[in-house]
Nanobody, 117 residues
Framework: QVHLVESGGGLVQAGGSLRLSCAAS????????TGWYRQAPGKQRELVAA???????NYADSVKGRFAISRDIPKNTVYLQMNSLKPEDTAVYYCKADTGPLEPDSWGKGTLVTVSS
């Protein structure tokens, strides 16, 4: 499995920005896909954004145009730039690595993002 460490969460006012980081213990080019998920209190965990080993990205409709996922390959780190934050973006944000069918997915411990109105 891949060890993942998220960072960058915090408290921000609505309209503000944060950048989350997910540092992986393995070369991210051999991770099939790395994604950011979030879970708000009382809600199910949902996909926010993901990037494949080939660089293809996808986003939840609720964050399109506001969030951007990117990566630094030499640092084995995936980022989530979050702009124009809204109170409904408040959640614990998790990083997930999909390494393929022979291994279970790996999850980080999460980082809390709180957006105040």
């Amino acid at each position: 499995q891949v060890h993942l460490v998220e960072s960058g969460g915090g408290l921000v006012q609505a309209g503000g920005s944060l950048r989350l980081s997910c540092a992986a213990s393995r070369n991210i080019l051999i991770i099939r896909a790395t994604g950011w998920y979030r879970q708000a209190p009382g809600k199910q965990r949902e996909l926010v954004a993901a990037i494949t080993s080939g660089g293809t990205t996808n986003y939840a409709d609720s964050v399109k145009g506001r969030f951007a996922i990117s990566r630094d390959i030499p640092k084995n780190t995936v980022y989530l730039q979050m702009n124009s934050l809204k109170p409904e973006d408040t959640a614990v944000y998790y990083c997930k690595a999909d390494t393929g069918p022979l291994e279970p997915d790996s999850w980080g411990k999460g980082t809390l993002v709180t957006v105040s109105s």
